[in-house]
């Protein structure tokens, strides 16, 4: 199916492990992000990308690591897991960065334990 | 200061009600305004974009007021369905900056 798509959906990890979250879209849209959504803050950007091999940080990027080898991909990888990540992060992408629409990803929640 | 503040609700409405949800922002350089929709353990979704000049969808109207910073959607006739928390939704550059979102609850 066309769209983007997040995996896993919900995952549970222990502290200090490497975790890497999942994002794939069809439309070859040239922007992606990453947001994660907890209680009480909101949606909170932590890194986008305006095209393959290009990366910029968001508000909340300590502790993450992106990659954009590819247009279509754009995986989130937490270096070593604390309970603070702890969140549903969601995956978007936009076609251009002008007033269009960004399509979010099912979301993946992650529990860190 | 947060760049996007909304009213958190939340906001309990008989069906039929009207209702007005109200957000402020703090960068005066937000190029793009919009309002999200996100039910309840689901992804939020696009419900309209914000011009200036105001407009409608429907039920939904949105206004904006950049003078005064301040964006607002009005919902006529509050259906069951419209249910949900409303995120607004500013761009400057490139991400989109979102408020915490307001919490609706149509009640039958």
């Known amino acids: 199916d066309a769209g983007i798509t997040q995996s896993p959906r919900y995952k549970i990890t222990e502290t200090g492990r490497q975790v890497t979250l999942m994002c794939h879209q069809t439309?070859?849209?040239?922007?992606m992000f990453w947001y994660r959504q907890d209680l009480g803050h909101g949606l909170r950007l932590i890194y986008y990308s305006a095209a393959a091999d290009i990366t910029d940080k968001g508000e909340v990027p300590d502790g993450y690591v992106v990659s954009r080898s590819k247009t279509e991909n754009f995986p989130l990888t937490l270096e070593s897991a604390t309970r603070s990540q702890t969140s549903v992060y969601f995956c978007?992408?936009?076609?251009?960065?002008?007033?269009?629409?960004?399509?979010f990803g099912q979301g993946t929640r992650l529990t860190v334990v | 200061r947060k760049e996007v503040e909304q009213d958190p609700g939340p906001f309990n409405v008989p069906e039929g009600a009207t209702v007005a949800f109200n957000c402020t922002y703090s960068n005066s350089a937000s190029q793009s305004f919009f309002w999200y929709r996100q039910d309840c353990r689901k992804e939020p979704k696009l419900l309209m974009s914000v011009y200036s000049s105001g407009n409608e969808d429907g039920r939904f109207t949105a206004q904006l007021n950049r003078a005064s910073q301040y964006i607002s959607l009005l919902i006529r006739d509050s259906k069951l369905s419209d249910s949900a928390t409303y995120l607004c939704v500013v761009k400057r550059n490139t991400p989109l900056v979102f408020g915490k979102g307001t919490r609706l609850s149509v009640i039958a």
């Open positions: 978007a992408s936009s076609s251009r960065g002008g007033n269009t629409e960004a399509f």
């Open positions: 439309w070859s849209h040239s922007y």
